[in-house]
């Protein structure tokens, strides 16, 4: 009796896991935590480096929350072509472990539970703010353009570009040119992060007459577009530092290298646009340059920085004057 009543809560504990883990598959939790990297680097140069903990921590909850939403939405929406395509047949929906419906509700009440924490614990500016993103996701990228042009990803990139908005807006209640030049450099990032990746993946999306860049364009194109976007998203990087002003020289050594690095890949991608390991190469590195660059705007901010650099500068200045004194 007892080993019975044992099984019986052991396999409610074992259904409940598996629900659990397929609306969590449900969101694409792997991409969130870059796009709350970028709200938190956009976070703290906005406070100037002094971040509210509480704030930070409601705002990219409340981000975690939208982004979760619209990748849900978009899983409900492109259930046809994710059920045809190799690399997405296992998602919770085409493998029918998640109703529609039931997919539905659960991304509305993660919308709902974002703009409420938004509006209630940040401000009114960033809950619209997340609620367009969604709505940008989901009718602008995955409606209107997704199946229709190879533009798709660079229009459609807008949304990706929302949350650093998100985070700058829930700190200052308004939005600067600071804020839309890290709208841009997502927004230009997002090609040579994406086609990167669509470039191995072609097949899969050419099967369901997606028509990524690398499908209908070829190899060619595709990896000259990836270097010019690249051109674009090193000197955009810098402008933070002038004429902005934001950042200091501690991000420009970061963006400098990270730059230089992301510029070579491109290039030698371009000049071997059939070679699928630098592709690979590409994507993969694209992500860690958004994480490392974000990670040193967030270094760049912090007072303790300022002091150093502050207390170097002082020491050369020493050092130079008595250099000149000698000679
Ligand atoms: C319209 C714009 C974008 C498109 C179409 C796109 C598309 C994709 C796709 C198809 C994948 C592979 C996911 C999978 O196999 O399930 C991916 C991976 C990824 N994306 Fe993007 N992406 C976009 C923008 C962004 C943005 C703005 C970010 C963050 C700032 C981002 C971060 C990532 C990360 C971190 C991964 C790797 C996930 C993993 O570890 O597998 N993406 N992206
Ligand atoms: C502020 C806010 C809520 C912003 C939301 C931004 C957001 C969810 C960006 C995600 C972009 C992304 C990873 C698209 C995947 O493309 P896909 O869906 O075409 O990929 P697939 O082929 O893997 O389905």
Same mark, same amino acid.
């Given at each position: 009796?007892?080993?019975?009543?044992?099984?019986?809560?052991?396999?409610?504990?074992?259904?409940?896991?598996?629900?659990?883990?397929?609306?969590?598959?449900?969101?694409?939790?792997?991409?969130?935590?870059?796009?709350?990297?970028?709200?938190?680097?956009?976070?703290?140069?906005?406070?100037?480096?002094?971040?509210?903990?509480?704030?930070?921590?409601?705002?990219?909850?409340?981000?975690?929350?939208?982004?979760?939403?619209?990748?849900?939405?978009?899983?409900?929406?492109?259930?046809?072509?994710?059920?045809?395509?190799?690399?997405?047949?296992?998602?919770?929906?085409?493998?029918?472990?998640?109703?529609?419906?039931?997919?539905? /509700?659960?991304? +509305?009440?993660?919308?709902?539970?974002?703009? &409420?924490? $938004?509006?209630?614990? *940040?401000? @009114?500016?960033? =809950? #619209?703010?997340?609620?367009?993103?969604?709505?940008?996701?989901?009718?602008?990228?995955?409606?209107?353009?997704?199946?229709?042009?190879?533009?798709?990803?660079?229009?459609?990139?807008?949304?990706?570009? /929302?949350?650093? +908005?998100?985070?700058?807006?829930?700190?200052? &209640?308004? $939005?600067?040119?600071? *804020?839309? @030049?890290?709208? =841009? #450099?997502?927004?230009?990032?997002?090609?040579?992060?994406?086609?990167?990746?669509?470039?191995?993946?072609?097949?899969?999306?050419?099967?369901?007459?997606?028509?990524?860049?690398?499908?209908?364009?070829?190899?060619?194109?595709?990896?000259?577009?990836?270097?010019?976007?690249?051109? $674009?998203?090193?000197?955009?990087? @810098?402008?933070?530092?002038?004429?902005?002003?934001?950042?200091?020289?501690?991000?420009?050594?970061?963006?400098?290298?990270?730059?230089?690095?992301?510029?070579?890949?491109?290039?030698?991608?371009?000049?071997?646009?059939?070679?699928?390991?630098?592709?690979?190469?590409?994507?993969?590195?694209?992500?860690?340059?958004?994480?490392?660059?974000?990670?040193?705007?967030?270094?760049?901010?912090?007072?303790?920085?300022?002091?150093?650099?502050?207390?170097?500068?002082?020491?050369?200045?020493?050092?130079?004057?008595?250099?000149?004194?000698?000679?």
């Amino acid at each position: 009796m007892q080993d019975t009543a044992r099984l019986s809560i052991s396999s409610v504990q074992h259904a409940l896991l598996e629900t659990w883990r397929n609306y969590y598959q449900l969101t694409k939790p792997r991409i969130i935590p870059l796009l709350l990297i970028t709200t938190a680097a956009s976070m703290w140069i906005a406070s100037e480096g002094k971040i509210d903990p509480i704030l930070l921590l409601v705002t990219l909850t409340g981000g975690t929350l939208a982004a979760a939403s619209a990748q849900t939405l978009n899983c409900i929406y492109d259930l046809d072509i994710d059920y045809a395509m190799i690399r997405t047949r296992k998602r919770p929906l085409p493998s029918g472990k998640v109703q529609p419906r039931h997919a539905l /509700i659960f991304a +509305l009440i993660l919308a709902g539970l974002s703009f &409420g924490l $938004l509006t209630r614990f *940040a401000n @009114l500016q960033a =809950a #619209l703010l997340a609620m367009m993103g969604i709505v940008f996701y989901m009718v602008v990228y995955t409606h209107m353009l997704k199946r229709n042009t190879p533009q798709n990803i660079v229009i459609g990139g807008a949304a990706g570009s /929302i949350p650093p +908005l998100v985070g700058w807006a829930a700190v200052t &209640g308004e $939005l600067s040119w600071a *804020a839309w @030049l890290l709208f =841009a #450099l997502i927004f230009l990032w997002t090609p040579p992060h994406f086609w990167a990746l669509a470039l191995m993946i072609r097949e899969d999306y050419a099967s369901v007459n997606v028509p990524m860049l690398p499908v209908v364009e070829g190899e060619e194109v595709t990896t000259e577009q990836i270097w010019i976007y690249s051109l $674009l998203v090193v000197p955009v990087s @810098l402008m933070l530092i002038y004429p902005l002003g934001v950042c200091g020289a501690v991000y420009g050594g970061f963006a400098l290298v990270l730059g230089g690095i992301f510029l070579q890949k491109a290039w030698v991608l371009y000049q071997n646009p059939k070679d699928l390991p630098l592709a690979k190469s590409m994507f993969k590195y694209s992500i860690l340059y958004m994480m490392v660059l974000c990670t040193g705007m967030v270094i760049d901010s912090l007072p303790m920085t300022h002091q150093m650099v502050q207390a170097c500068t002082g020491h050369l200045e020493t050092l130079m004057g008595m250099v000149l004194s000698m000679s």
